[in-house]
């Protein structure tokens, strides 16, 4: 395998340099051999990962026991497929009806329109706030872009009905949110181990416990018992603290000198 990667613009550049670059701007997580798979991925479908076409997610994967990438294609990359179709038609602005409790839009419609026959004909899908809002650990982005986020689902929903051969099994980042926001992240599992070492649990045995908390249930409910244990800790060594400040220094002199003449206590 060389050890020089040639980019579009024919400029080459040090693998190992292109690794960590990709790294840095696209997939933290990835490794060398995903790396070479992406690339090829890309190859094959004519997508740019650099771009945002497609986003590169890690998910846990409860049969591996480990995280495993998928790739999932954006919206930039959902509209690129159907163009190079050569029948595209464009599509309409999203229109919103409803609200939820909190403000946010209810259901969210688009429709996009394929060329048949001459003929420019419409597709139609919605997409629903409760079905695609993944909750508030994950949703910053749905909070701060309500309309957007919700509009880009109903909109590949759409692309999917107009163009199933292309775009079947095909799935948007956003619309995939809400089943990343069950599973526990290797953050989160580090920083459940970084609270248990606070509640005094030897290290190994955080890193060995963690392992076993896969779902973001299990994940609140160990937070929960831990930061329990935690206050529990420090209430202990507060009252230990006060208990040294009651007792009068004087007093303490004293009772040292009793000791040391063999006048102390029986």
């Known amino acids: 395998m060389t050890d020089l990667v040639t980019t579009s613009g024919s400029m080459e550049v040090g693998a190992a340099e292109w690794n960590a670059l990709v790294r840095e701007q696209i997939a933290p997580k990835i490794t060398d051999a995903e790396l070479l798979y992406l690339a090829e991925w890309c190859r094959a479908t004519g997508l740019n990962a650099v771009i945002h076409q497609v ?23 959902f509209r690129a ?10 599509s309409d602005d999203a229109v919103f009806e409803g609200a939820t409790s ?3 839009p209810e259901i969210a419609r688009v429709t996009v329109y394929k060329l ?5 004909v419409a597709f139609t899908a919605s997409a629903r706030w409760a079905e695609f809002y993944p909750g508030d650990r994950m949703g910053t982005m749905w909070r701060k872009m309500p309309h957007v986020m919700l509009a880009k689902c109903a909109e590949c ?15 948007e980042h956003a619309e995939m949110q809400q089943a990343d926001a069950e599973q526990v992240t290797e953050d989160d599992r580090e920083a459940l ?25 299990q994940y609140e409910r160990s937070v929960k018992k831990l930061q329990t244990q ?13 208990a ?6 004087d007093e303490l002199e004293a009772h040292a000198a009793e000791m040391e003449a063999g006048n102390g206590p029986e």
């Not at 048949?116 to 420019?120: D, H, K």
């Not at 759409?158 to 095909?170: E, I, N, S």
């Not at 935690?230 to 006060?242: K, M, Q, T």
């Not at 040294?244 to 220094?249: H, N, P, Q, R, V």
Request: aromatic letters at 4%; hydrophobic letters at 40%.
């Open 230 to 242: 935690i206050d529990e800790r420090n209430s202990l060594v507060e009252d230990a603290a006060r």
């Open 116 to 120: 048949l026959g001459g003929t420019r």
């Open 55 to 77: 986003h590169v997610v890690h998910r846990y994967n409860n049969r591996d026991k480990k995280d495993v990438m998928s790739l999932q294609v954006g919206v930039d990359g």
């Open 193 to 217: 181990i970084a609270l248990a070492i606070q509640a005094g649990i030897v290290e190994a045995a955080a890193r060995a416990a963690s392992k076993k908390v896969r779902t973001v249930d």
């Open 81 to 90: 497929v159907a163009d190079r179709t050569g029948v595209y038609a464009g």
């Open 157 to 171: 929903a759409a692309l999917r009905k107009g163009f199933p051969q292309q775009l079947a099994q095909v799935y």
């Open 244 to 249: 040294t400040e009651i007792i009068d220094a």
């Open 102 to 104: 909190d403000g946010y």
